[in-house]
């Protein structure tokens, strides 16, 4: 089958690929590298709220409530990443330097995480990167594995997630949820 290329695409204004998944207790924090993995979805979403007088000709619209939403799942995990995006919700401990045991249950505090997604590509000698952040997110449920027999064709088994972030109400209003930046260098 042909691979069809739009040579009417303007490269330095694409968002592509996939990405590598961060995180960290606050933006300002040292990144940790969650490991191998893939980026399904991400998108900023709204719910509006709208007030109209009865005698007024036109609704006045706002932002009622507001989420960036990152689902992806990955492949690697040990203990130290899965606590860390889970914000307290579960923890580990290092048994040896080879054993790691991963405890949950009865926690009742969430802490939110700062995570941060990358992508650089290599675009006709050109390197484009493009950078997301969410400054304050959890997770939207405990860890989850789908199994798989180990004759699978595809017998890597994925842990899917998806991290929520609200607004960061310490930051100004209008950079409280996320930023995405991209460069073409």
Do not use: C, W
């Amino acid at each position: 089958m042909p691979i069809y290329q739009n040579s009417t695409v303007t490269s330095t204004k694409l968002v592509i690929g996939n990405y590598k998944i961060e995180t960290a207790p606050s933006v300002a924090d040292t990144y940790v590298n969650l490991g191998a993995g893939m980026v399904s979805s991400f998108g900023h979403n709204i719910t509006k709220f709208d007030v109209q007088a009865g005698n007024a000709p036109d609704p006045i619209e706002g932002v009622a409530d507001e989420e960036f939403r990152i689902e992806f799942e990955m492949i690697e995990f040990n203990g130290s990443v899965l606590s860390a995006i889970q914000g307290g919700a579960i923890s580990h401990s290092l048994v040896t330097g080879s054993a790691m045991t991963i405890n949950g249950g009865g926690n009742t505090t969430i802490t939110p995480r700062a995570f941060r997604l990358t992508n650089t590509r290599m675009i006709s000698g050109t390197t484009s990167e493009t950078i997301i952040k969410v400054y304050k997110a959890t997770m939207e449920n405990g860890i989850q594995f789908t199994a798989k027999s180990d004759n699978d064709a595809d017998p890597i088994m994925v842990m899917p997630g998806t991290i929520i972030a609200k607004n960061d109400t310490t930051r100004s209003a209008g950079s409280q949820l996320f930023t995405l930046f991209h460069r073409r260098a």
